[in-house]
């Protein structure tokens, strides 16, 4: 399998929802993009209603008639939810398991008791890196939060010293690596190999972490010089636990559905022949569902076992993971339904042919799509799905490579300058203890940074491969 499996689902291609021109559509598009912008700007309206509500104005504003439209949006909906919504269920199990276990704070402790001085920024951004493939930014930024306090105050480090390294590490994490949403919602929506899509985006996130990390940090330091807020150190997960599971069995887990995806994509490029039994396997076992079923199964006795949870606590930790991830589902979804919209009316061809009018390469296009979004809207998420349903299209004739390269350069352009409308910004502003100006000269220029050089990263692996 090179795809998701929701492909496996998709309906015959569907007819055209509306035979308007160029003109009409690209107005529909504006119009409804402004919608749901005004929706969650203005007037603050949940992204999930904005998006169902800015998808059905789409189609009336291209003059497609309203049953086909509402058709349009819940196919995608469901699509991008028998799709991506198992995997994001998974992944908010495995990073319940790392947080509540105390297998994050063992990943941390172990790795700051070998570094310090000036490795100090480099082990912060490592930590980030690793802790941030399983868990959502907010949840990374929450189990993070603390230590980057306790070092700062500790060793006599600038906060922002310390500070912007984990926040980068983790939003880079977000941003490119599934099986965070954007990234795997957009590799459904392109029809990308998560496989290579993997590979790829942590090639491009290394150098992107090291540069808006711990070499931005130097600068942040000198430009906002704050003292550690002390009001903002929470509790720590795992001081109340009697024991926390080992460093290597906590490393192990986190890793395992990315190795195995990986190994899926490497025996995919190797073999190259679909009947070749050791293929079918690592089809199988590097598989998304079944990558992320192994890690939260073994995760459960090398996690949360090893802690002591009883099989009661492992039950209720499950339970509580999945609650706050509902309304991540739900924009999930009707961000696949604005995409399944998009495509319908014909935007998606609208796109193909401008872009090949106007000479744009494709991977300039998707970026810089998802870039007015996110300023627009405030959301990275909002941005990838929006994105990534107007410039699918133009991977149809990409090779496996470019696709991913496309899937890329779409969550890149998702993280360009967080500003004053996104969750994210008012989070690091409070539990850093900044203002609104200080936030947008770290913070703000951080996303930035993250952005521009993931894109131009993104760009020159696509004339090396």
Same mark, same amino acid.
């Given at each position: ?8 689902? #998709? ?30 700007? *203005?007037? *603050? ?5 904005? &998006?169902?509500?800015?998808?059905? @104005? ?23 939810? #028998?799709?991506?919504?198992? &995997? ?16 994050? $704070?063992?990943? /941390? ?42 070092? @700062? ?40 190999? &998560? ?22 940090? %130097?600068? @942040?330091?000198?430009?906002? =010089?704050?003292?550690?807020?002390? %009001? ?31 190994? %899926? ?6 073999? $190259? ?9 690592? $089809? ?26 009883? *099989? ?19 924009? /999930?979804? @009707?961000?696949?339904?604005? %995409? ?12 193909? $042919? ?42 149809? =004739? ?23 409308? =996104? ?5 690091? *502003? ?28 993104? &760009? ?6």
């Amino acid at each position: 399998m090179t795809r998701l499996s929701v492909e496996m689902l #998709a309906a015959d291609p569907v007819e055209p929802i509306t035979s308007a021109g160029h003109a009409q559509l690209g107005i529909a598009v504006l119009a409804g993009i402004a919608v749901i912008v005004l929706l969650i700007t *203005k007037f *603050k309206v949940h992204a999930f209603l904005a &998006l169902t509500i800015g998808s059905l @104005a789409l189609g009336a504003f291209a003059g497609a008639p309203l049953d086909k439209a509402i058709t349009s949006f819940t196919a995608g909906l469901g699509s991008t939810v #028998a799709g991506v919504g198992v &995997l994001i269920a998974l992944g908010a199990i495995l990073g319940k398991l790392l947080a509540d276990s105390g297998g994050a $704070d063992q990943i /941390v402790d172990t790795i700051l008791a070998r570094a310090g001085g000036r490795a100090m920024p480099w082990a912060i951004v490592l930590i980030a890196s690793v802790i941030g493939l399983p868990l959502f930014f907010e949840v990374g930024i929450v189990l993070l939060i603390p230590v980057v306090l306790m070092v @700062a105050k500790r060793g006599n480090y600038s906060l922002m010293r310390i500070g912007i390294p984990a926040l980068a590490g983790l939003s880079v994490m977000h941003g490119l690596i599934p099986p965070h949403p954007g990234p795997l919602v957009a590799i459904d929506a392109v029809g990308a190999n &998560l496989g290579v899509t993997l590979a790829l985006g942590v090639l491009v996130a290394i150098p992107t972490v090291i540069i808006a990390g711990p070499v931005f940090s %130097k600068f @942040a330091a000198r430009w906002v =010089d704050i003292p550690v807020p002390e %009001k903002m150190v929470p509790q720590r997960p795992s001081e109340d636990l009697a024991k926390r599971p080992g460093f290597g069995a906590t490393i192990a887990t986190v890793l395992l559905p990315v190795v195995l995806m990986l190994a %899926k994509a490497l025996v995919d490029i190797v073999v $190259d022949d679909p009947e070749n039994s050791v293929q079918r396997v690592f $089809d199988v076992i590097g598989s998304p569902l079944i990558a992320l079923l192994a890690a939260v199964i073994v995760g459960m006795f090398t996690l949360g076992r090893a802690a002591g949870f009883s *099989k009661g606590r492992l039950s209720t930790t499950v339970e509580k993971s999945l609650a706050p991830i509902a309304g991540i589902l739900l924009i /999930v979804g @009707a961000g696949g339904g604005f %995409k399944q919209t998009l495509i319908d009316s014909g935007v998606g061809q609208m796109v193909l $042919d401008i872009s090949e009018d106007w000479s744009i390469p494709a991977l300039v296009l998707a970026w810089l799509i998802a870039v007015v979004i996110r300023l627009a809207t405030g959301s990275a998420t909002v941005a990838t799905v929006s994105a990534a349903g107007l410039v699918a299209p133009l991977a149809a =004739d990409m090779s496996t490579a470019h696709a991913a390269l496309l899937v890329l350069a779409i969550g890149a352009g998702s993280l360009f300058f967080s500003h004053v409308n =996104d969750a994210g910004f008012w989070l690091v *502003k409070e539990y850093f203890g900044m203002n609104v100006g200080q936030t947008l000269k770290t913070w703000s220029v951080m996303e930035t940074i993250i952005s521009v050089v993931a894109g131009a990263l993104v &760009l020159l692996l696509s004339l090396v491969i």
